[in-house]
C-alpha cells in the first residue's frame, strides 16, 4: 500500500434515462477538481463515479425503443464516459450498477442483512413516484397529492415485499449526526436531515416484484432489489469490499460522497442505516451540493432550458466550462448560470487577465532576452511585494481547497493573475529596457513574471487542467507536469538561466452577437 494518506471521493451514480445535462456535469466536475487538488496536494486519490441502472424507468424506456435494458443503458452510458473523457473528467473507476462485480456485493449485503433478522417479509401498499423511484407517505406528497420532489403524480402500489429495519437504527443515527458535526454538510443540509429523522423512520421497502429490471433478492428471485438500496452499494464495490480487504480498509470510509441536495437523505439516512446494519463505519462526510438554475429557472424538459454540456464545451472549451461553474456558483448554494455570464468570464478572466498576462510576459522575455532568464540579480520592494503575496495566495488556496471552497480559491488564484498585472504597469519593463543601469532590475522583473505564472498555473490546474499544461510548456518546462505537486508553488522554482518556450493563445475572445 501507498504511504500517502487515502482520500476517497465519490459523485452519484447517474441515471440513464435521459442525456446528461449541465447540472450533471457541475457535480462531477467539483468532484475532480477536489480529486486533482488532492492528488496535488499528495494525497492518495480514489475517485469513483458511474451509472445506475437498473428499475422500472429504464425497462420501460427500452421496451419503447424495442431493445433489451442493456442494450438500452450501454449506448447512453458510453455517452456518458465520452462526456467526462471531453470534461477531463480524471475519474479512477466508472461502476455501472449491471456490472458482475455489482450484482455480487448487492446479494451478499442484501442476504447477510437478511441473516442477522434486519430485513423481513411484509406486504406493501403505498404511494410511489417511478421517476423519482421513490416511496412516500401520504403526509409527504405536495399539496396537489404528488411527489414532493419531482411534482408528478404517484401511483398506489401493493405487493408483497421486503422491509429493510431502518426503525432499529434511527436513535443510533441522530446520535451520530449529532457527534459528528462534519458528517452531513453544509449544516443546512444537516439541520434537515435531523428534523427528518426526528419524524420517525419507518422501515424501508427493499424489493419490488412488478418488474425484473434489477437484482433479485438471492433467496427469493421473483423480488429485484430496490434501486436505492442497490445504487447506493456501488461506493463499496470498485475499492474492494468483497476481494480486497487491505485496499478497503485503505479508502473507506468514503472522505467525501458528493451528492445534489436532493439525494442528500438517501445518502445519510438510508445509507448510514445500511451501513450501520453492516457494522460499517459511515462515510467521513455527505456534502449536498445545490442545483443549477439557467436563466432563472430550474432545467426541465417542459421548460425547454436544458443546456448540453457537450454543445458548450464544442463551443467553448472544457476548460472554460470547468472554471466557469466552479467561479460562478458557491459550493452548498444554488447558482444561476446564463451564455451572457459565460461569455463574459472568458473574455474577462480568461482571455484578458490570464491569456494576456502570459502573452505579455513571454513577448517581453523573448523581446528583451532572447527567452533566458536570470534569477536573483536587481530585486526590487515590487518584486519582494510580489514574492510575498504569492506565498500569501498559496497559503490561502490551500485553506480554502481543505474546505472545499473552490469558487473562495479560484478567486484567491485569480487575485495573484490581477496583481501580476499590476506590477506590470509599476515596473514598466520597457521603461527599463531603455536604461543599461537597470538591465538588473529588468532581469528581476521577467523573471517574477514567469514564476508568478508557474506559480499560478499550479493553482489553476484542478480547475483547468489543460490550460494549466498549457501555461507551464508556453514557460518552457519541460518536466512532467502530471507530477508536479502542490510544495512546488514555493516561490523560486525556475532555474537560473531557463530559456521560456513560445506564446500561444490560451483563450481566443468572444465577440457577442448584437
Ligand atoms: N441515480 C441517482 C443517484 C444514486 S447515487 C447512489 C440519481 N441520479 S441522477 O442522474 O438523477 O442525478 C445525479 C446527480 O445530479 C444528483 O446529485 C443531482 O443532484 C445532480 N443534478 C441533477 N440536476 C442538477 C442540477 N440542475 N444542478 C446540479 N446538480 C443536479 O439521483
Redesign the pocket.
Known sequence: MSEKTPFYITT????PSAKL?I??A??TTVADTIARFKRLAGYDVFFLTGS?EHGQKIQQAAEKEGVTPLQYVDRIVAGFQELWRLLGISYDDFIRTSEERHHELVQHIFQKIYDQGDIYKGAYKGLYCTPCESYWTKLQLDENGCCPDCHRPVQEVSEEAYFFRMSKYADRLLAYINEHPDFIQPVSRRNEMIAFIEQGLEDLCVSRTSFDWGIPVPFDPKHVVYVWFD??T?YLTPIGYMHDKEKFNNYWPADVHL?????VR?HTIIWGCMLMALGIDLPKKVYG????IVDGA??SKSVGNVVDPIALIEEFGADAVRYFLLREITLGQDGNISRDTLIGRINSDLANDLGNLLHRTLSMAKKYRKGVLAKGAGRTDFDAALEEMAAATVADYTAQMEQMELSAAIKTAWALISRTNKYIDETAPWTLAKDEAKAAELDSVLYHLVESLRVTSILISPFLPVTARRIHEQLGFTSDFAAVQLSDAAWGGTEDGHTVGTAEQLFPRIEIEK
Do not use: R
Request: aromatic share 20%; with cysteine.
Open positions: 452519484p451514480i447517474y441515471y445535462h447540472g450533471h457541475y457535480c445506475d445504487a447506493l456501488n451528492v445534489g441536495k436532493e439525494i438517501f451540493h445545490g442545483w443549477l430550474k432545467m
